[in-house]
């Protein structure tokens, strides 16, 4: 019998069948060409979902007006007949694999830049300009909107020539069809603000227009906010669920259910780690509760049972899933199969928005492939059995050695602990951080299933090595804290993050000081005030993780701190550390103060070690270091590294 009956059971969107019920949710990718058209890399990229089983695919935001609605420079447009080539070149193929696919139609109003529209102010309902992104904006003209409609129709007429399946028009994340929606943002005087009918007639018009356009029978989605969370002049459930049946009644076919959206900073609608799967299911089953129509919804879903209970208790219709198809393009595949331990989940670290962010391409922390499926090369397999040695079960050692095995070369792992992880598992001990620990386990299952030997507890030493004789030697020891030339360093006040997360300094209704304001410093301060602890937390820069870092999970955290009255004083410098004080320095004034405590935590960074890689030199002729132990840097740079050096060798 199938696993998860309902989520491999078929259902239907208007005429279109889904094979099954997990819908690849939109994703910007940044992998066309900046004049919009589609590249083979960005086929390879939605291929690879819809090979490992996905039913629907929407893609990334599809630009609808080249001239003033450009979300980013690397996005698709559907502005043109002469991108048609490429476009059916794209359905074609993800047709082959069974999946149906829509593009998501978007105009990003405000909630872009200028410098990607030529300069030129930016459209919104009503001038507002975002609140992160500062940019010059003014209000849609009255007629400008009439326009708007037809650049959604254009699109539309244009995605259903290219063989796309169906359409989704954005209309949540405070993009401008969202902000028409709600008070906070729309303060227009003229039939398209005011009343909630006024605010709603925007969005209706265009779905009017499209289906007009695409005829009946053509699938008609509609992403929404259920609430934009944007305080009491915004917009809640009670007029999304009024808005859904106006929808419904306007002939469109099915709702992809969304929250919020970039103007509040908190990133409900693409949640950091500390969300729980399922936390906005019930706003899905509000709506569903309302409508007709098949409802879609994101909710952090991570894993299969999970999933199947959310259709099996009426919270949804399709599982909408976006960073799952990030982490494992095979989550269908490998659920269908009755494998869910294979399933590599995503642990919401935010990495893959990041880079986008930053200007570049899509990528994940766990999948070294995501982003890179066209340069992909094959895995083969001819290790013969060869030795490697990894040293360090950390997350690029685990990953080297995952790939080796694949490609059949035997592989020995050790690690010091008696647990794997590294660096990872010790933030998996902080609040909620309890996702990251979902990448170890996958790991070590692999790892298990593929007999690697895993040796706990074993500080291998270099003689230990060379008497194995490997083919290669993989020194993947990770870092170690960096204690900087201070007086009393080496005393009994101090201690380390390591100390203090792997729990072998347990610390409760203590008084603690954290020198260093980066990320591992915060996430052990959250560790701290978790057991009780008074944090204070000083740091030489004037800003606060200035080391990097996700924005969302640093305010996260500071949110936290904040509740939990921990302190946090930048531009001090630490002079000394004593017996049960510390004493710094003021940078601006110079002045000195000491402050009592009964612990202090040296959150400097950490260094690489090598220390493997350095007494094997000219022992040893194939000796590679990797991750930390290389260079420092966070989960994705450490697991592509280990997967790097497995495929190349
Ligand atoms: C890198 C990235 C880009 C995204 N771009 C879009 C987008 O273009 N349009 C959209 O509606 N949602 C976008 N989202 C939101 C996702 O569709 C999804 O709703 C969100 O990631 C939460 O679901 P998940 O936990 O299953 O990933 C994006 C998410 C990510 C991670
Ligand atoms: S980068 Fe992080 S948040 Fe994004 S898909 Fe990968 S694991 Fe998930």
Not at 151 to 174: M, N, Q, S, T, Y
Not at 274 to 303: E, F
Request: aromatic share 6%; net charge negative; with cysteine.
């Amino acid at each position: 019998m199938m696993p998860y009956p309902t989520l491999f059971s078929p259902a239907s969107i208007n005429q279109l069948t889904l094979k099954n019920r997990l819908v690849m949710t939109p994703m910007g990718c940044s992998l066309a060409n900046t004049d919009g058209t589609i590249t083979d890399e960005f086929i390879a990229y939605y291929a690879e979902r819809a090979k490992g089983g996905a039913a629907l695919i929407y893609t990334e935001v599809a630009c609808v007006n080249s001239e003033h609605g450009r979300r980013s420079s690397r996005q698709i447009w559907l502005t043109d007949e002469s991108q048609l080539p490429m476009l059916q070149k794209l359905t074609q193929t993800i047709h082959q694999y069974g999946c149906a696919i829509f593009p998501q139609l978007l105009h990003p109003g405000v909630i872009s830049t200028n410098a990607a529209n030529g300069g030129r102010p930016l459209p919104g309902p009503s001038g507002i300009t975002s609140k992160f992104l500062k940019q010059e904006a003014r209000a849609f003209e009255h007629d400008e909107l009439k326009g708007l409609v037809q650049d959604f129709v254009r699109a539309a007429v244009l995605a259903k020539k290219a063989g796309f399946d169906g359409v989704e028009i954005h209309a949540a994340h405070h993009y401008p069809l969202h902000e028409f929606l709600s008070p906070y943002f729309n303060k227009r005087t003229d039939e398209y603000g005011g009343s909630f009918e006024n605010r709603c007639r925007l969005l209706l018009e265009i779905v009017d227009a499209v289906r007009a356009a695409v005829g009946r029978a053509y699938p008609i989605s509609v992403r929404v906010s259920a609430e934009d969370y944007m305080g009491d002049e915004s917009y809640h459930l009670d007029e999304n669920l009024k808005l859904c049946q106006l929808l419904e009644q306007h002939t469109v076919d099915v709702i992809s259910v969304s929250v919020g959206g970039t103007e509040n900073g908190r990133s409900h609608s693409l949640e950091p780690i500390t969300y729980p799967q399922g936390w906005r299911r019930h706003l899905a089953k509000a709506i569903r509760t309302m409508v007709n129509i098949p409802v879609i919804s994101t909710t952090v879903i991570r894993d299969p049972d999970y999933a199947e209970s959310l259709l099996n208790e009426g919270y949804l219709d399709f599982v909408g899933m976006g960073r799952s198809f990030l982490a494992d393009p095979e989550w269908p595949a490998k659920a269908a199969a009755g494998h869910p331990e294979d399933i590599r989940k995503c642990i919401s670290c935010l990495r893959c928005i990041d880079s986008i962010k930053a200007g570049g391409t899509i990528l994940c922390s766990v999948n070294p492939e995501c982003g890179a499926e066209y340069a992909k090369k094959e895995l083969v397999q001819n290790g013969d059995g060869r030795l490697c040695v990894i040293v360090g079960g950390g997350v690029a050692g685990m990953e080297c050695a995952r790939i080796l095995a694949q490609r059949k070369f035997r592989v020995c792992l050790y690690e010091k602990e008696g647990h794997l992880g590294g660096q990872v598992y010790l933030a998996a001990q902080a609040p909620k951080k309890d996702k990251m620990q979902w990448f170890i386990d996958y790991e070590e299952t692999q790892l298990r299933k593929l007999e690697v030997d895993i040796c706990l507890n074993h500080a291998v030493t270099p003689e230990e090595i060379l008497k194995l004789r490997p083919y290669l030697v993989v020194d993947a020891t990770g870092s170690e804290p960096y204690l900087p030339p201070v007086e009393g360093i080496d005393g009994p006040l101090l201690t380390t993050p390591v100390e203090i997360l792997s729990g072998k300094c347990q610390l409760t209704n203590q008084s603690v000081v954290l020198f260093g304001t980066g990320l591992t410093s915060l996430e052990t301060a959250e560790y701290l005030t978790a057991r009780g602890n008074m944090v204070t937390i000083i740091g030489e820069s004037s800003r606060i993780a200035s080391g990097g870092g996700s924005s969302v999970v640093i305010g996260e955290i500071l949110r936290s701190l904040q509740q939990d009255n921990a302190v946090i004083m930048t531009g001090r410098k630490l002079l000394k550390i004593g017996t049960d004080r510390v004493v710094y320095q003021k940078v601006d004034t110079g002045e000195i103060f000491e402050l009592p405590c009964d612990k202090a935590v040296m959150c400097k960074g950490v260094r690489s070690c090598g220390k493997i890689a350095a007494a094997l030199q000219g022992r040893h002729p194939n000796v590679r270091v990797i991750g930390d132990a290389a260079k420092v840097g966070r989960i994705q740079e450490d697991v592509l590294a280990g997967y790097q050096l497995a495929m190349e060798v």
